[in-house]
């Protein structure tokens, strides 16, 4: 029998502070962070690489056959992601990658994939693992299920200002229509969307902070 290990699932749209309350809740538990996002934006950084066409859904499919997407574990906790070999974790934030992540995310050969190496990292360690669809699909017996969710406007806000932070010069009206449209191609695709899962506990970030969101969930699993 394999060792149990616990799963504990955080979906929503962008901007709810998912990542943020993600990490520090595994470093609290002292388990590890999956970032599932980053493995979509790996892809498609290799496939912008190779100036692929990525509304070829077939080619992206092989693609993704042929990549090596793997986590470095670091020494807080955290995972840092692999592509191929080499260490992409900062290469993935960037803005045409975040815009361009939709093609690989609604490609379902790709999306079969990524589930089937996300499930192999959950039955190999225990973790916080962060995205649309971890509750519904990917860890659908997860002992803990949150969605975190929070206003437009205070989504927009929190990401302008971490880009600012990182000194990347953007446009806030710009980000809305991004973040809007981001949303909407989430929510809206056939496989694997954005969606609560029934037995997912909702958590509205709009005014809490991150700590108030990780504080809020440690006492509703009372570990
Ligand atoms: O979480 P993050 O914003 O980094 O995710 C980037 C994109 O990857 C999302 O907009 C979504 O389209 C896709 N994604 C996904 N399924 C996940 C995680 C992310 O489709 N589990």
């Known amino acids: 029998m394999p060792a149990e290990h616990l799963v504990i699932t955080?979906?929503?749209?962008?901007?709810?502070?998912?990542?943020?309350?993600?990490?520090?809740?595994?470093?609290?538990?002292?388990?590890?962070?999956?970032?599932?996002?980053?493995?979509?934006?790996?892809?498609?950084?290799?496939?912008?690489?190779?100036?692929?066409?990525l509304s070829d859904e077939e080619a992206l499919t092989v693609l993704a056959r042929?990549?090596?997407?793997?986590?470095?574990e670091m020494p807080e906790g955290s995972l840092n992601i692999t592509l191929d070999g080499e260490d992409v974790s900062v290469a993935i934030r960037a803005l045409e990658?975040?815009?361009?992540?939709?093609?690989?995310?609604?490609?379902?050969?790709?999306?079969?994939?990524?589930v089937g190496w996300q499930r192999a990292i959950g039955?190999?360690?225990?973790?916080?693992?962060?995205?649309?669809?971890?509750?519904?699909?990917?860890?659908?017996?997860?002992?803990?299920?949150?969605?975190?969710?929070?206003?437009?406007?205070?989504?927009?806000?929190?990401?302008?200002?971490?880009?600012?932070?990182?000194?990347?010069?953007?446009?806030?009206?710009?980000?809305?229509?991004?973040?809007?449209?981001?949303?909407q191609k989430d929510l809206t695709r056939s496989v694997g969307p954005l969606k609560r899962a029934p037995d997912a506990i909702l958590i509205d970030s709009t005014s809490l902070t991150a700590q108030g969101v990780v504080d809020k969930i440690m006492k509703l699993i009372q570990l």
């Not at 962008?14 to 996002?37: E, F, N, P």
């Not at 042929?66 to 470095?72: A, E, L, Q, S, V």
């Not at 990658?97 to 990524?114: D, E, F, I, K």
Request: glycine share 8%; hydrophobic share 35%.
């Open 10 to 53: 955080l979906d929503g749209p962008a901007g709810a502070g998912k990542s943020t309350v993600a990490k520090a809740l595994a470093i609290r538990l002292g388990i590890s962070y999956l970032d599932t996002g980053a493995m979509y934006r790996a892809l498609t950084l290799k496939a912008l690489r190779l100036k692929m066409d």
């Open 66 to 72: 042929n990549t090596k997407i793997n986590f470095k």
């Open 97 to 114: 990658v975040t815009n361009n992540t939709y093609y690989a995310a609604r490609t379902p050969g790709v999306r079969t994939l990524m």
């Open 123 to 183: 039955t190999s360690r225990s973790i916080v693992t962060d995205g649309r669809d971890q509750g519904t699909v990917v860890f659908k017996d997860a002992r803990y299920k949150f969605y975190l969710d929070a206003d437009l406007e205070e989504r927009v806000e929190r990401r302008y200002k971490e880009l600012t932070a990182a000194g990347k010069g953007i446009n806030l009206d710009q980000l809305r229509v991004d973040m809007k449209e981001r949303d």
